[in-house]
């Protein structure tokens, strides 16, 4: 059986190998970006017979980048994906039962009150 708590921590882990990056396995008491918030999205679990089967663990990295009306975190967003601060390559390597299926949301979240801009990864663990 996985244990949903360790999974975040290995994904927010991975996610502060990254240079400047802040990342944590809950939604903080205040954001400070960059930084990288590990949510869980759903879990599938295989039907293995008699046995627990294989658990499909779907979680969102929530990448916050800057203040959602700054330009420069507009253009920083690039790095994300594919630049210096790539995110698939940095939760694949240190998890190598993982994926990074896509990044699916370019947009604006609202924490305490204030807007980030960001972007949104999905990402798969087979535990």
Do not use: C
Request: hydrophobic share 45%; glycine share 8%; net charge negative.
């Amino acid at each position: 059986m996985a244990d949903l708590a360790a999974i975040r921590q290995q994904i927010a882990d991975a996610m502060n190998t990254l240079p400047e990056m802040r990342a944590t396995p809950y939604i903080p008491d205040q954001v400070q970006p960059p930084a990288v918030i590990v949510e869980p999205d759903y879990v599938d679990w295989d039907a293995g017979g008699m046995a627990r089967g294989a658990e499909h663990w779907y979680f969102l990295i929530r990448v916050l980048i800057g203040l959602a009306n700054n330009t420069a975190a507009q253009k920083n967003r690039d790095e994300y994906l594919g630049g210096g601060r790539d995110i698939k390559d940095a939760v694949q390597a240190a998890m190598p039962n993982s994926s990074v299926s896509s990044a699916r949301k370019f947009d604006a979240w609202t924490y305490a009150g204030i807007d980030y801009l960001g972007v949104e990864f999905a990402v798969l663990v087979i535990a």
